[in-house]
């Protein structure tokens, strides 16, 4: 089964950036679509975009513009590149793997990593 390891969490102030990543035990791009959720304490765990095989990407709205997803097929490696953080962004970051086109719903996705901390200070 594949396996997903986030890396690149930490903590920054409000306006920096960061940049997660999601290494993927073996490629999965060929038929899987590979997400972005992020659970901030005591909160549901909510979409923040996606990936799928080919090249559509989608975001939540209040990643739009901010952050942006691309992928290594090289390295299987995903990334998330996060802009202008906000406190409110301030979460453990998962990134998870579904066959098939995006969605955004979390129980869609099958395999899951271990998630990586951001904590974003004002």
């Known amino acids: 089964q594949v396996q997903l390891v986030e890396s690149g969490g930490g903590s920054v102030q409000a306006g920096g950036s960061l940049r997660l990543s999601c290494v993927a035990s073996?490629?999965?791009?060929?038929?899987?679509?590979m997400g972005w959720f992020r659970q901030a304490q005591g909160k549901e765990r909510e979409w923040v975009g996606c990936?799928?095989?080919?090249?559509?990407?989608t975001y939540a709205d209040f990643a739009q513009g901010r952050f942006n997803i691309s992928k290594d097929n090289a390295k299987n490696t995903l990334y998330l590149q996060m802009n202008s953080l906000k406190p409110e962004d301030t979460a453990m970051y998962y990134c998870?793997?579904?066959?098939?086109?995006?969605?955004?719903?979390?129980?869609?996705?099958?395999?899951w990593g271990r998630g990586t901390l951001v904590t974003v200070s004002s």
């Open positions: 990936r799928d095989s080919i090249t559509l990407t």
């Open positions: 998870a793997q579904k066959i098939g086109s995006c969605s955004y719903v979390v129980t869609a996705f099958d395999i």
């Open positions: 073996e490629n999965p791009y060929m038929r899987h679509s």
